[in-house]
């Protein structure tokens, strides 16, 4: 039976390239696909595109051509990412520059653009599509004018449409996590777009392999205290089927582990309904799933039920949300709880005195319930060696922001004894609220391009 | 052992456990909303946290963090439960003031639950 070996690069927008690197280097692996864009990542890329127009993609790619093209010239490894976040053309610029600047030429890049919605909206409007939050309700106005992006997510055809003109490289904006992965699987399987069980068994690879290191022994529940060289973790490899059905394993010598626990827990991560987990290639029944031991760090997936893709994309938007500002501060034992709530108390009250314009003020103690809140129990504070207080504002502008970090210092002198300040600016931070909404595929899909360019 | 542990593991004796013990756990963020991912070991486990873990015991557990209501969906093939907490992140990742703006504690923190559990269902048999 016809196989593709499909492996993960990347998990997220500043993820580690060692993992990649041991993929390409030692295996047979055919496709390294990365996924590069969490929700929040294309509030990052907007900003760094309004300052220079020929930004917008994940600024790493550079790194992940410079280390992995001379594996796509000599071993014929194909990269799939959607690194191009905001501006796929531009991150095209970059790695066709990469290519050269490494001597390597006769590879080809693919790119897909027609996610981008940003200046389509008052089209989608009169086209009748409605644009209120689909998890709110609340109408566009009461956020229209601090939009900062606006990206329908893609499903795998224009990936597999790139492959299918030859790209050796193929970059897309907001194409799904999962499609990354489906798509060569689709490409080199010769699955059709309505044989629902096969492309339900795709996706749910992708699910399993988008998030990296989460499938191999990161972030695992269990006795995670027995997983070795972490430090070296290798990242999934798939060994894919014509039939759907494929294996998880890793790269051989490298760190972490595959399980039917650490399958298992990444199966259902960040999914709603596991009925019916909605991607824009098809609806997945994770429940169908089987999962089994297929000897040392190798678990055999099989069984997903598929249903037909829906009549509409998702769109995801990204505005401006006011700003967080933030400061913090330490308080040794003895009674450093009652030092860092006694802390709080006067930062607010100078805070309420001085008029700082906040819309939340919120205090954690960092070592007490900064991390499970009321489901943390008291402690008796005579067992607690240290707290630190960590107070942050939500306000409209930065300046206003800005004020809180400086009310912390003069604690050192004028507050609960026994403090230690950490020596840093607590530069405000931007808020970025998501809104997202439903279009008629059809709308999106007729302005999707793909195009393919050889470095010569 | 000693002869009292060893009577309470036998049928019918209820003891009171920590899920830490019992499970495993991993949490995410989508929008505002937290997921939580509990997995059973074995079928016997799972066909009784259904009866016991109910969303309303979650959303006890994690009080006002948690102010819209739990969901909770059943994946027996691989033994788990899902649960699905509404307005849990304080705003959402990227508009929260959360320390763990991502949810990625609220796994953990439901392993704390304490619940009342057969002693013949534990792991680990009787050679403590």
């Keep these: 039976m016809k196989q593709v070996k ?6 997220f927008y500043g993820d580690i390239i060692e993992p990649a690197l041991d993929l390409a280097e030692n295996t047979d692996v055919q496709y390294l696909a990365f996924d590069t864009l969490a929700e929040l990542t294309l509030a990052i890329l907007q900003k760094d595109r309004q300052k220079d127009p020929s930004l917008g993609y994940t600024k790493d790619i550079t790194r992940t051509a410079r280390t992995l093209l001379p594996y796509v010239h000599e071993k014929g490894i194909k990269l799939i990412t959607n690194a191009g976040g905001l501006n796929p053309e531009g991150a095209r610029r970059e790695v066709m520059r990469v290519a050269k600047e490494l001597g390597i030429t006769g590879i080809k890049v693919g790119v897909a653009t027609g996610d981008d919605l940003f200046h389509r909206l008052d089209e989608l409007e009169r086209a009748g599509v409605d644009l209120s939050d689909t998890d709110t309700g609340r109408p566009l106005e009461e956020v ?17 449409e ?35 069980d096969k492309l339900a068994q795709g996706l749910v690879l992708g699910h399993l392999m988008e998030c990296s290191g989460q499938v191999t022994g990161g972030n695992f529940s269990g006795d995670w205290w027995n997983i070795e060289d972490l430090d070296r973790i290798g990242y999934p490899l798939a060994e894919v089927s014509e039939d759907g059905s494929f294996v998880i394993t890793k790269a051989p010598g490298t760190g972490g582990r595959v399980s039917v626990d650490t399958v298992r827990e990444q199966l259902l991560y960040e999914i709603h309904d596991p009925r019916r987990y909605i991607t824009p290639d098809a609806i997945v029944d994770l429940t169908t799933v089987r999962l089994e031991d297929d000897g040392p760090d190798r678990v055999k997936v099989s069984g997903a039920k ?14 401006s949300n006011g700003f967080m500002g933030m400061g913090m501060v330490g308080f040794s034992w003895p009674n450093a709880l009652s030092k860092a709530k006694r802390a709080a108390d006067i930062v607010r009250k100078q805070a309420d005195r001085m008029g700082i314009q906040y819309e939340e003020f919120s205090a954690d103690f960092l070592g007490v319930n900064a991390l499970h809140g009321p489901a943390a129990p008291i402690l008796d504070e005579d067992f607690i060696n240290e707290v630190f207080l960590r107070v942050t504002i939500r306000t409209k502008d930065r300046a206003e922001a800005e004020k809180i970090g400086r009310l912390l210092p003069p604690l050192v002198l004028n507050g609960p004894p026994g403090v230690a300040m950490m020596p840093f600016a607590a530069r405000p931070r931007e808020l970025i609220g998501l809104w997202s909404f439903l279009v008629p595929r059809e709308l999106i899909e007729s302005q999707v391009r793909v195009s393919v360019e050889e470095v010569r | 052992m000693s002869a009292s542990a060893g009577a309470a593991r036998e049928k019918g004796t209820m003891v009171r456990v920590q899920l830490r013990d019992i499970v495993l756990a991993r949490s995410g963020d989508k929008g505002n909303n937290c997921d939580i991912s509990v997995f059973a070991p074995d079928e016997r486990v799972y066909e009784y946290l259904v009866k016991v873990l109910t969303p309303d015991v979650v959303k006890a557990h994690f009080g006002h963090w948690v102010q819209g209501p739990v969901e909770r969906f059943e994946v027996p093939n691989v033994l788990a439960l899902k649960f699905v907490c509404h307005e849990a992140l304080g705003g959402g990742a990227s508009s929260s003031l959360r320390l763990d703006n991502l949810g990625k504690c609220f796994g953990p ?12 269902l534990l792991p680990g048999g009787d050679d403590e």
Excluded at chain 1, 144 to 160: C, K, M, N
Excluded at chain 1, 166 to 176: K, L, P, Q, S
Excluded at chain 1, 312 to 318: E, P, S, V
């Design chain 1, 162 to 196: 790139a492959l299918e003109q030859g790209a050796d490289v193929v970059i897309t904006g907001r194409t799904t996590d999962t499609a990354q992965f489906l798509a060569p699987a689709v490409f080199e399987l010769g699955w059709r777009w309505d044989d629902w």
């Design chain 1, 306 to 319: 598929g249903s037909p893709a829906p009549p509409t994309l998702k769109a995801i938007m990204g505005y």
């Design chain 1, 6 to 11: 499909i492996g993960a690069g990347q998990g």
């Design chain 2, 109 to 120: 923190g439901l392993l704390r639950l304490e619940i009342d559990f057969p002693a013949d």
């Design chain 1, 144 to 160: 229209r004018d601090r939009l900062l992006f606006a990206s329908a997510y893609l499903g795998a055809r224009p990936i597999v």
